[in-house]
């Protein structure tokens, strides 16, 4: 099984940039597909990005697609979002999330209901 820790969320300007960290432990994330996701006051919890258990492959929904970034570093057991041009409408709780898939998969996941393990979310506050 494995734990995620979210960290990196805070108060923003628009046009800034943050980089969100979410760090495993328990098991290698190479071995999982991994996802973040973010939730604002009073909405649904939404997909925003996607990586591959093999890191090969990344998808993102179209509002964040050209400024943010998934990554993953293998040796540090840690993924990032990097969110670049930031808007007001990105201000949200976000989560990580991630699904067994085993090494070597090429396959990513953007349903929250495809994702077995979430760590407790981080708040991106982004002001006008």
Known sequence: QVQ?????????????????????????V????MGWFRQAPGKEREFVAALSGNGGNTFYTSSVKGRFTISRHSAK?????????????????YYCAARFVGAGSSDYYTGKS???????????????
């Open 77 to 93: 057991n840690t993924v990032y979002l990097q969110m670049n041009s930031l808007r007001p409408e990105d201000t949200a709780v």
């Open 4 to 28: 995620l820790v979210e960290s990196g969320g805070g108060l923003v300007q628009a046009g800034g940039s943050l980089r969100l960290s979410c760090a495993a432990s328990g098991r290698t």
């Open 30 to 33: 190479s071995n999982y597909a």
């Open 114 to 128: 495809d994702y077995n393990y979430w760590g407790l979310g981080t708040q991106v506050t982004v002001s006008s």
